[in-house]
């Protein structure tokens, strides 16, 4: 029988839980005896198939965080010594792809990369450390799986990787699943958005322009799905407050199911400053909601324009392939990117031809991220590491 063993700090809420807990279904449909080994099983909030092992070690700060990852380092090792060589080794999330290729055993092992902000260069001590242990990262595995094909060729052109290890893997939807659009319940034109609170997802920008549209009598509303923690929370609820957004904008907070409120709506919008491959933006377009995003790096240009030059500015905004874009926010002023996503929102209220057939050109792009061939993209990269050990 094929066996995987997916490893990942925790199944708490979040974005890389929720592809493991999918996955875990999904290779087990493919006739996979699925483990999964997670740092700290308290608070699981996704579902799962198969083994469940946890090696007891949630995550530390200062001195003990170094501590832990030798700790980590022990027991998923040990762990590891108890599975056949066949057996692929499969993390998700910087601290967990660092202990995976720590103890690297006679199995496979293949690392997830996520997200564009941990890979982007700064100029500080700490910063050089993280690229450091990265490229420690890539050196010591098999395989790299990126989920978008800018994370990709920035790993291959910064990381400098000599031979041919990284792959593009989008993650994949249930696309089977397909929600009729429902009746709109919204008394007001109704944005939506989900994910975190955290900075990335550049929430300020965003309220900052619903003040704007409401100062130009603009009747829309907001909706937010997600949340974040204390301070975060604070943070947002103090800005909604200090905009006098009260009655523009609501934090609904975290929907396992966010179907309904997603198909209720009539656009949404993505605002980050950084992604990998924006999860929620095709879950949206899937319920045929038509997009308003930032072009950050790296996964929407690919979605919604694909034909678009990586790196290309954009001029206020542009009426991509499958959304509207506006030019990444770390190109410009704050002003500049409050003021092009304020147009193109302003857009989308003011055009119901447009907005009508970027709904049916959503809906038509998100079929092409389906979970079958999510699978067996993964199969075919499974299949060359066991031909290439063969060897």
Request: proline residues 3%; contains cysteine.
């Amino acid at each position: 029988m094929k066996e995987i063993c997916l490893i990942i700090p925790s199944l708490r809420k979040g974005g890389a839980e929720r592809v493991v807990s999918r996955l875990s279904y999904l290779f087990s449909q493919k006739g996979y005896k699925v483990n999964i080994c997670l740092f700290d099983d308290n608070n699981i909030d996704y579902p799962y198939e198969g083994e469940l092992f946890s090696i007891n070690s949630p995550s530390k700060k200062g001195i003990f965080k170094a501590l832990n990852i030798l700790l980590r380092t022990y027991r998923l090792n040990k762990y590891k010594n108890e599975f056949k060589p066949n057996v692929i080794m499969y993390s998700f999330g910087n601290s967990a792809n660092l202990i995976n290729v720590l103890t690297t055993n006679k199995q496979k092992t293949i690392i997830s990369i996520r997200g564009f902000g941990n890979l982007n260069k700064k100029n500080n001590l700490v910063h050089f450390f993280h690229i450091w242990i990265l490229k420690y990262i890539f050196f010591r595995s098999n395989a790299i799986l990126s989920v978008s094909k800018d994370l990709t060729h920035y790993i291959n052109i910064n990381h400098k990787l000599t031979i041919k290890k990284t792959y593009t893997i989008p993650n994949g939807y249930d696309i089977n699943n397909k929600l009729i659009k429902q009746e709109r319940t919204n008394d007001k034109f109704t944005f939506v958005t989900m994910g975190s609170y955290r900075p990335e997802k550049n929430y300020n920008t965003l309220l900052e322009v619903m003040k704007l549209l409401k100062a130009n009598q603009i009747d829309c509303k907001l909706i937010i799905l997600g949340k974040g923690d204390d301070y975060q929370t604070y943070n947002i609820r103090n800005q909604i407050s200090r905009l006098g957004l009260e009655n523009s904008v609501e934090l609904v907070g975290y929907h396992s199911n966010p179907e309904k409120l997603l198909s209720t709506s009539d656009c949404y919008v993505l605002s980050s400053i950084s992604e990998g491959f924006p999860n929620a933006l095709v879950e949206a377009m899937n319920c045929k909601l038509p997009i308003v995003s930032t072009n950050c790096k790296t996964g929407p240009r690919e979605i919604l324009d694909p034909k678009l030059k990586y790196n290309k500015k954009i001029h206020k905004f542009k009426k991509g392939a499958y959304g509207i874009l506006v030019d990444d926010p770390n190109n410009n002023p704050k002003l500049e990117n409050i003021n092009n996503l304020y147009l193109a929102m302003k857009y989308m209220i003011e055009n119901d031809e447009d907005r009508s057939i970027y709904s049916a050109l959503a809906f038509e792009r998100a079929q092409y991220y389906s979970f079958e061939k999510w699978i067996d993209s993964h199969e075919i990269i499974f299949n060359e590491l066991k031909g290439a050990s063969n060897e």
